[in-house]
């Protein structure tokens, strides 16, 4: 029974905030399109981040790191130290080049068919050939590893290449950051206008407000439909801002399509499905509830009803 | 019941509005507050509405006292009350059968049984067939049955009437206090703060007379 007069009174609140929202549409569609242009930006940088993160993936590939082993090496050691490599936390797997297969790929070379000749034996060591596992995100954690493996007996040297993938992600972290503080900024922003517009709102209807208080209504009751209303705005805010988003990404796909075919670029594939609708939704409808709860309770406790 | 145990009411700036007032209602009981202006009658029922809080004393309500009542409790408290003032503070955007309808919202009572409580509540009054005008297009009297239909279709112990009759005629004046009377009659205890004098004569009811903030 308390349970069903729950439904009723949330029921009643937003059939009155749905009301308040129809008999004013202009400035309802305003604020809606002023919250979706408001959310469009912070969501185009995370979809993209998004879109960059297989990146991290490619440099992974791009840092593998090259044990060259002592020489000559007996053939038990060489294979008791692969083991020991494949073994190793962190390795996702590891390919040994002999000395001579080593050689045999030079001489495949232009140029170096008859290196032999020059030679009075190979000078080359026998290489294991290190791919980092996918756990391995991070520069830092590359590093401890390569660390690690260079140590190991009959490693004589060990390379990695790190330089231009410790600046990619470096730049990665940079605009995940910058999106966080983006998204965190508009995300204020969004709760600012609808904190603004309740607030002005409720100072409209203060009169309503002390007569409903006088008759007993509880602040529980009076900032329901308040709240019902900036959520419907957040909530159609962030849809139309996931609109927005799907008309930028089809306009940008099609003008890199250009590029693309002229050898430039990447493709961007970036899409949007229903659960990430439902998520931005969902965002709207917190950052509206938020724009309408914080500012209203601390308003309603001030209004007192008075005659 | 409603029982004032020596409560006293001090405004902020020293003025003394009430004063050691000592009183008992029996349930269902109608009574007449009567005294010249500034005699603490408004400021009495306030207190029992809650809408001030007593300097010193206690008032009872059905034994409960009204100082131990949190925040939700007197939004409880006034529900189970009907309240009408002089200025019957209807809402000008919204419809008569709206305005009448409000304490059953905050009920959560909706649908039919809602319109059927408010009809009878306005035919009460009289004013069934102005159900769908907007307050502001009524005569004074007419706003000010509107407010006592609103005070009265949530179906209250007590019904609070300051000044119910200020703006009125006389003829009107006798109309209004013979609902308050009806109402009495259907078990709601009445409490009317007037000045005048000639509404109470020739009532058969209790009349409590405020003077400097003291019964006498």
């Known amino acids: 029974m308390r349970g069903r007069q729950c439904v009723k009174r949330h029921l009643q609140a937003m059939k009155h905030s749905a009301k308040t929202l129809r008999s004013t549409p202009w400035a309802t569609a305003i604020t809606v399109i002023v919250l979706a242009v408001t959310l469009i930006l912070p969501v185009l940088f995370w979809l993209l981040m998004g879109h960059l993160k297989p990146l991290t993936n490619e440099w992974r590939e791009g840092n593998e790191i090259a044990l060259y082993l002592d020489s000559p090496l007996s053939s038990a050691n060489e294979t008791a130290l692969l083991v020991r490599v494949r073994e190793t936390e962190g390795v996702g797997h590891a390919t040994f080049v002999s000395a001579e297969a080593s050689l045999k790929e030079l001489e495949q070379q232009e140029g170096m068919q008859d290196i032999r000749r020059y030679l009075p034996n190979n000078p080359l060591p026998s290489v294991i050939n290190v791919m980092p596992a996918s756990t391995l995100d991070t520069p830092e954690k590359l590093e401890h590893l390569f660390e690690k493996l260079k140590h190991y007996p009959h490693v004589e040297q060990a390379k990695l290449n790190r330089d231009w993938s410790t600046r990619l992600y470096a730049l990665l972290e940079l605009m995940t950051y910058l999106t966080w503080?983006?998204?965190?900024?508009?995300?204020?922003?969004?709760?600012?206008?609808?904190?603004?517009?309740?607030?002005?709102?409720?100072?409209?209807?203060?009169?309503?407000?002390?007569?409903?208080?006088?008759?007993?209504?509880?602040?529980?009751?009076?900032?329901?439909?308040?709240?019902?209303?900036?959520?419907?705005?957040?909530?159609?805010?962030?849809?139309?801002?996931?609109?927005?988003?799907?008309?930028?990404?089809?306009?940008?796909?099609?003008?890199?399509?250009?590029?693309?075919?002229?050898?430039?670029?990447?493709?961007?594939?970036?899409?949007?499905?229903?659960?990430?609708?439902?998520?931005?939704?969902?965002?709207?409808?917190i950052l509206g509830w938020l724009g309408a709860y914080l500012p209203l309770k601390r308003q309603l406790a001030r209004i007192e009803p008075c005659h | 019941m409603i029982q004032f145990r020596q409560v006293s009411k001090r405004y902020p700036g020293g003025y003394q509005a009430l004063e050691y007032v000592n009183f008992t209602l029996a349930k269902g009981e109608m009574a007449f507050l009567t005294g010249c202006s500034g005699a603490g009658k408004s400021t009495l029922l306030k207190l029992i509405a809650l809408l001030e809080r007593p300097s010193g004393g206690d008032i009872l309500i059905n034994g409960a006292s009204l100082s131990k009542f949190k925040k939700n409790d007197v939004a409880a408290h006034r529900s189970r009350i009907g309240v009408t003032f002089q200025s019957p503070h209807l809402l000008q955007n919204r419809t008569v059968f709206e305005n009448v309808a409000l304490p059953l919202h905050i009920q959560g009572i909706a649908g039919a049984q809602l319109a059927k409580?408010?009809?009878?509540?306005?035919?009460?009054?009289?004013?069934?067939?102005k159900e769908g005008m907007i307050p502001l297009h009524?005569?004074?009297?007419?706003?000010?049955?509107?407010?006592?239909?609103?005070?009265?279709?949530?179906?209250?112990?007590?019904?609070?009437?300051?000044?119910?009759?200020?703006?009125?005629?006389?003829?009107?004046?006798?109309?209004?206090?013979?609902?308050?009377?009806?109402?009495?009659?259907?078990?709601?205890?009445?409490?009317?703060?007037?000045?005048?004098?000639?509404l109470i004569a020739g009532m058969q009811h209790r009349v409590l007379w405020l003077k400097g903030g003291r019964l006498c």
């Open chain 1, 181 to 285: 503080i983006l998204g965190g900024l508009f995300g204020l922003m969004v709760v600012f206008i609808i904190r603004n517009l309740l607030r002005l709102a409720a100072q409209e209807h203060h009169e309503e407000i002390e007569v409903l208080k006088l008759i007993g209504a509880t602040d529980g009751f009076i900032i329901r439909p308040f709240l019902y209303t900036g959520m419907c705005l957040g909530a159609a805010g962030a849809l139309l801002a996931f609109l927005g988003v799907h008309a930028v990404l089809y306009g940008l796909s099609y003008a890199l399509h250009g590029l693309i075919s002229a050898g430039f670029g990447v493709p961007l594939e970036v899409k949007l499905s229903l659960l990430d609708a439902l998520r931005f939704i969902g965002f709207g409808l």
């Open chain 2, 117 to 129: 409580r408010v009809h009878a509540a306005l035919d009460r009054v009289g004013l069934l067939a």
């Open chain 2, 138 to 198: 009524l005569s004074g009297g007419e706003q000010q049955r509107v407010g006592i239909a609103r005070a009265i279709v949530h179906k209250p112990d007590w019904l609070l009437a300051d000044e119910p009759t200020g703006n009125l005629d006389p003829g009107l004046s006798g109309d209004i206090i013979e609902l308050f009377e009806q109402f009495n009659q259907a078990g709601v205890g009445v409490l009317i703060a007037t000045h005048e004098l000639s």
